[in-house]
């Protein structure tokens, strides 16, 4: 890796670069080609969305990442919140050995604990190969390698029995989604935005992909607000736009309950949807009864469980009650086998950071879930966010709720690492930043340069 490696000592901050631009490398270039080191950032993206597993969970994205390490560690400090994400991981890791040598009297699986391990570290390595590759590639491009990558997986991965009964929604709806909107953002146009979006949430009802569907519908809106004339001052405008997504949210909630319910989105979503709502009272507690088990566990075993700890007969009997509490049978082999047959899995990602790592881990999901706000509230604010990263970052606050962190660590790797914002040396809300030298643009004989968008503020 030292063709890759660059002195410290000049920056190549560009006052005209836009937001959608590459940031700028902050070391002078070497005798690599400029046009390699972008090949090469565009491969190693693509290849951290291959799930091939070797051993451990061992995945190409983590061999490319260690690879990487002497390049992408350097620029975790040019990104707010990076090195506190990343610090935060790693304080996780150690708390949940912590925790599993305080585990007496529960069973430790050396497997389970290694493959939880192996995951953090593929996504701490995979949010910092990310970070690095928006040195030389716009977020457009770096969706696009990241979308190609998702494509090669769904050809060759393997396949499940929720995939042979619906694979269009099950193997293909997020590649080809992510795909095409990188597509749009690469292009920067909001009509193609709009466009593609409006496509999507067509497809999707056909599919019954509910969740993405209302993620999608959600960012059109979102897209379509964007194109209004300013009338309010920076700060202002982001505490609105915060306001706005919460809203959006809860009314695209009850929108998505009535479309399902009237079979708008198809006759199997609305059977399950109606037996899930008569069930538990509502369709979210309906459709994830892992939340009932979560909050029981967490009033059984406030710490956690720790790294690689299986449940024992008292935390089982309370993650079924709790379950049960919310209209679900949980006396099935998906409880027993999948939720509590090896390590505990909870069906979400602040679930299962926290059974893995306590209450360090809980903190590490609610400091993910921050930075996507305040990611895609910034951008949305100064009217800079793509259908791309309003789609990854809802769909992201969406997985941290509802879904396992196995399945959802792709993409909140590609989700943070084009969301976090750029550092700046003035202060600024995170999400609204611009660059260094994009605050004070150098002189060209005698005359400054006209400022474009300032950069990071990415689309």
């Known amino acids: ?264 989105l198809g006759a199997d979503a609305q059977a399950r949807s109606v037996a899930q709502i008569e069930a538990s009272g509502s369709l979210l507690l309906g459709g994830r009864p892992e939340l009932g088990a979560t909050i029981a566990l967490m009033g059984h075993r406030p710490l956690g469980f720790g790294s690689g700890v299986v449940a024992d007969g008292g935390d089982i009997a309370a993650g079924k009650a709790g379950m049960a509490s919310v209209g679900y049978d949980p006396n099935n082999g998906y409880v027993d086998h999948f939720m509590f047959g090896g390590k505990v899995e909870l069906h979400s990602v602040f679930g299962d950071l926290w059974a893995s790592f306590g209450v360090v881990g809980l903190l590490v999901a609610v400091l993910v879930g921050l930075l996507t706000i305040l990611g895609i509230a910034g951008r949305i604010a100064q009217r800079t966010a793509s259908a791309l990263q309003l789609v990854l970052g809802f769909y992201a606050l969406w997985n941290i709720l509802f879904s396992p962190i196995f399945g959802s660590t792709p993409l909140l790797v590609i989700t943070l690492g084009l969301l976090l914002t750029v550092r700046t040396t003035t202060t600024s809300t995170p999400g609204s930043q611009s660059t260094p030298d994009a605050t004070k643009p150098p002189a060209a004989n005698g005359r400054a340069r006209p400022l474009r968008p300032v950069a990071g503020a990415a689309r």
């Open 1 to 264: 890796m030292s063709v890759l490696r660059r002195a410290h000592g000049t920056t190549a901050w560009s006052p005209r670069s836009t937001s959608a631009d590459p940031i700028g490398d902050p070391f002078p270039v070497g005798f690599v080609a400029p046009f390699l080191h972008r090949a090469i950032a565009a491969m190693a993206v693509a290849v951290l969305a291959v799930r091939v597993s070797f051993g451990p969970d061992l995945t190409p994205g983590l061999f490319v990442s260690v690879l990487l390490l002497p390049v992408w560690l350097p620029c975790l400090k040019r990104f707010w919140g990076a090195r506190l994400l990343v610090g935060g991981l790693v304080c996780a890791l150690a708390s949940g050995y912590l925790l599993a040598t305080l585990a007496s009297g529960h069973q430790i699986l050396s497997n389970a604990q290694l493959n939880t391990t192996v995951l953090i570290l593929t996504l701490i390595g995979g949010i910092g190969v990310v970070l690095w590759s928006r040195t030389y590639l716009s977020s457009g491009q770096v969706g696009c390698s990241f979308g190609a990558g998702l494509i090669g997986n769904a050809l060759i991965g393997g396949s499940s029995d929720l995939a042979a009964g619906n694979p269009l929604k099950f193997v293909w709806a997020i590649p080809v989604t992510v795909s095409v909107l990188a597509v749009a953002a690469a292009t920067r146009s909001r009509v193609l935005d709009l466009s593609i979006l409006l496509l999507l949430c067509a497809a999707l009802t056909v599919v019954d992909a509910r969740a993405l569907f209302a993620v999608c519908f959600l960012s059109l809106i979102v897209v379509g607000w964007q194109l209004r004339r300013r009338r309010t001052s920076r700060r202002t405008a982001w505490v609105m736009t915060a306001v706005l997504i919460s809203g959006l949210a809860f009314a695209i909630y009850q929108l998505s309950t009535a479309l399902v319910l009237d079979g708008v």
